[in-house]
């Protein structure tokens, strides 16, 4: 199918990216004024997120996704519709780009070939128990590329990044909402019981922060579990942990090439976003961005994704959540499974 233009759209539409990112649906462009109060509201729902992230010591992300879940009723105003659609789509966007700056591909290699390798088979077999696991239940592969890529990379995130990948023609809010939710309820769950397990089978500091970076899913809670260990724990958890996160460029990249491939229409074949964090990771791995800027940064991704989150929370179908099922959930926790015992293997067998 190819994108409408202008001409092919009915008088008075153009051509908006509101069903996927490759804009194949038409409909009234939302202008400024129309997205204020919408988003308004997701701005006031993610700063009060902060506050309670600061405050009790819970995930920006977890804090947000509760947050827009409570005003989710508000979503029945059709005038907030114009901001939510814009958070939930443009601002993710560049939170992906600004996110390129975390990551370096100096990261990547300082691991050696043997510890790469066995990340990347450990985020694979995540992945493809994700799918098996989908294909079992009857879910489209779509969803299951989705929660796969959230346990096996980088949770909430890579959540964000791949649903916008996909579009939401593939993905639809709930899928990502139900996601997000089942990611905040795991990953705690991880946090505490990983590093049980590590003791338990008296695993090295240099075992338990490779096992701990390499199997739980959000970013801050695989790096806090490592330096409740030990600090050289927590700096291999760290380490191991941005690997991850910077091997989700490449499966940003292989999704939309496949999709390209899948679509058989002329266009871009990389989204400009999956672009722009290629771009941004490339200068950062150079040398070229100061320490300073990087922060700054990484700040200003944090926020956009957070206000993302606190946005499809609020326009997430509810009562959809509720008809979803057991499904979903079992996807999820298969995939950690399967990513558990692969990072557990690893870290027994062949870390020293």
């Not at 490592?226 to 700096?235: K, N, T, V």
């Not at 700054?296 to 926020?303: H, R, S």
Request: aromatic share 6%.
């Amino acid at each position: 199918m190819n994108r409408p233009n202008a001409e092919q759209c009915p008088a008075g539409d153009a051509p908006v990216q509101v069903a996927d990112l490759y804009a194949d649906t038409c409909g009234p462009t939302p202008n400024w004024r129309s997205r204020t109060r919408g988003l308004t509201v997701v701005a006031l729902g993610t700063l009060a997120a902060g506050f309670f992230a600061e405050r009790y010591g819970t995930p920006l992300t977890l804090a947000a996704l509760l947050v827009g879940l409570s005003l989710n009723f508000l979503s029945s105003d059709a005038r907030l519709h114009p901001g939510l659609e814009f958070a939930s789509r443009t601002l993710l966007r560049w939170g992906i780009v600004l996110a390129g700056l975390q990551v370096t591909y100096g990261q990547i290699a300082g691991l050696g070939p043997v510890s790469l390798l066995a990340i990347v088979a450990t985020i694979g077999l995540g992945l493809l128990a994700a799918l098996a696991a989908a294909r079992l239940v009857g879910r489209p592969p779509a969803f299951g590329l989705l929660a796969g890529g959230a346990v096996a990379i980088c949770g909430a995130s890579a959540a964000l990044a791949i649903a916008a990948t996909l579009g939401e023609r593939r993905v639809r809010s709930d899928h990502l909402a139900v996601v997000l939710i089942g990611i905040a309820v795991l990953s705690p769950v991880a946090m505490v019981g990983y590093p049980m397990i590590a003791h338990g089978l008296g695993l090295s500091d240099a075992q338990t922060g490779f096992l701990l970076g390499a199997s739980i899913h959000d970013v801050a809670q695989a790096i806090g579990a490592g330096y409740s260990q030990s600090e050289h724990a927590g700096q291999i958890a760290a380490v191991v942990k941005l690997v991850r996160v910077a091997l989700l460029t490449p499966l940003l990249l292989g999704v939309a090439l496949f999709l390209r491939v899948d679509r058989h229409s002329p266009g871009p074949p990389i989204p400009w976003f999956v672009i722009g964090f290629f771009i941004l990771a490339g200068i950062n791995s150079a040398g070229l961005v100061p320490s300073t800027a990087a922060a700054l940064a990484g700040q200003a991704a944090t926020a956009l994704l957070a206000l993302a989150v606190t946005a499809v929370a609020m326009a997430a179908p509810v009562s959809r959540l509720a008809e979803m099922g057991w499904q979903p959930v079992f996807i999820l926790v298969v995939s950690t499974l399967a990513v558990l015992v692969a990072a557990l293997s690893v870290a027994y067998f062949l870390v020293g």
